[in-house]
């Protein structure tokens, strides 16, 4: 888990990956070790639109659901002490990829396909896995190999528990974000 570069602002840790790589559980897990805020992206946008991600594609489609994900991410990234659980998208647009690295800590989460598969089986919330779920994931897994690259870390979740992932980044969190305050 070497990190790739040295953040800006040691502020926030902001966590990106693939659907079902275990943001959301690594992230409660991080903020409660920490005493910081988990903020949720994919729940302030249900919030703030007052409907679901997938009503949001269904009614509106992916380009809007983006848009809003662009500017809730925007908000949020202006406070600090936060864990941020990024939606797997999340990372598509080059300025969120900004917003990111300017603002926090980030790590990449990520995991086989054959977990991930595993993990969503049967999991009819998720818009981006209508139909095939399978050839659905290693599609986009495909189509976003180098979209998390920009991480200042990746950990592989497959076969770890959230603890157990959350120890691992905790353990590099504290000591960067010491040599940055230092």
């Known amino acids: 888990m070497p990190w790739n570069t ?15 790589t275990g943001k959301s559980s690594v992230g409660a897990v991080l903020a409660e070790q920490l005493g910081y805020e988990l903020v ?18 269904a009614e509106e489609g992916e380009g809007y ?5 662009t500017e809730v991410l925007r908000q949020t990234v202006q406070s ?30 990520s995991a086989t396909a054959e977990d991930i598969i595993s993990r969503v089986a049967g999991d009819n ?7 095939n779920a399978e050839e659905r994931v290693r599609r ?27 120890l691992h980044i905790l353990m590099h969190y504290r000591v960067l974000a010491f040599k940055h305050v230092g």
Not at 12 to 19: D, H, R, V
Not at 40 to 57: A, M, N, P
């Open 140 to 166: 986009i897994l495909e189509e976003r190999k180098d979209a998390y690259s920009f991480a200042h870390c990746t950990v592989d979740t497959t076969d770890l528990s959230a603890a157990q992932v959350s």
């Open 6 to 20: 040295r953040p800006a602002n040691t502020g926030n840790l902001i966590l990106i990956g693939m659907m079902a």
């Open 80 to 109: 600090s002490r936060q864990v941020i659980a990024t939606g797997g998208g999340a990372v598509l647009a080059p300025v969120n990829r900004g917003m990111m690295i300017e603002n926090g800590i980030v790590v990449a989460l």
């Open 40 to 57: 949720d992206l994919d729940h302030e946008i249900i919030r703030k639109e007052g409907r679901s991600v997938s009503e949001i594609f």
């Open 125 to 131: 919330k998720r818009p981006l896995l209508a139909g």
């Open 65 to 69: 659901f983006r848009a809003v994900e």
